[in-house]
């Protein structure tokens, strides 16, 4: 298992290095949450450990950039931050799992086992709506078994929105989950992918909730 470390305290940081070594773990160890954003974007990793307290920037704007940069790798916060506020954030904000210090090691370890094993079944794992079939692992879309062709930006939300089929989400929560654009968005993106999809899926594939925003409908029509 290759597992980015991110943590400050060079005690603890190498005292959970080679913890992770002995569990067979290929281990990188960065200190910064600049070095964090740096090296995910530089590499594939199974598995992250992340430590709040940073010195440069603040674990949790680590883990909203890793998730608005669309990195899925599952991510384990460590930290010292024992508020319920603050794990309520973490989890919001992405992480898969939240641990407070001082922790067991025995059960870090099965953690970020149970997190990688969830992560591998996820991967593979084939999402079905009515006739339409979403799979993961190679980004295959298929209606009544023929396949579909659908741009990056289409295909990502459909998947969110198969993910969750009973949630609605707003404009403003596609946006910032799914590309991460600020600025530059134009007002209508959203609408745009959904007229898309509409037109290759069924006009009753995505159904807007008025004054709300979209939730997954029915494919078939």
């Known amino acids: 298992m290759k597992t980015l470390l991110v943590e400050d305290d060079p005690l603890l940081g190498q005292g959970i290095a080679d913890a992770l070594d002995h569990h067979n773990h ?31 920037i603040d674990g949790l704007n680590v883990l909203k950039q890793f998730r608005n940069s669309k990195i899925t790798t599952p991510v384990l916060i460590l930290t010292a931050r024992n508020a319920s506020g603050e794990k309520v954030l973490g989890l919001d904000y992405g992480a898969d799992d939240y641990m407070i210090k001082p922790f067991d090691l025995p059960e870090l370890m ?4 149970a997190l990688q094993r969830r992560d591998s079944l996820q991967k593979t794992q084939i999402i079905s709506h009515t006739d339409i079939e979403l799979n993961p692992a190679n980004n295959s879309v298929l209606k009544s078994g023929v396949p579909i062709d659908l741009s990056r930006h289409e295909y990502d939300l459909l998947q969110h929105l198969m993910n969750r089929p009973e949630q609605v989400f707003s404009r403003e929560i596609l946006v910032d989950k799914l590309y991460n654009w600020d600025n530059d968005v134009s007002s209508n993106t959203i609408e745009v992918y959904v007229h898309h999809l509409r037109k290759k899926l069924g006009k009753n594939i995505i159904k807007t909730v008025r004054g709300i925003g979209y939730r997954l409908g029915d494919a078939t029509v």
């Open 26 to 56: 290929v281990v990188e160890w960065v200190r910064t949450g600049k070095e964090a954003l740096s090296f995910v974007t530089a590499s594939q990793y199974d598995v992250i450990v992340l430590d709040l307290g940073l010195p440069d």
């Open 110 to 113: 099965a953690r970020l086992r």
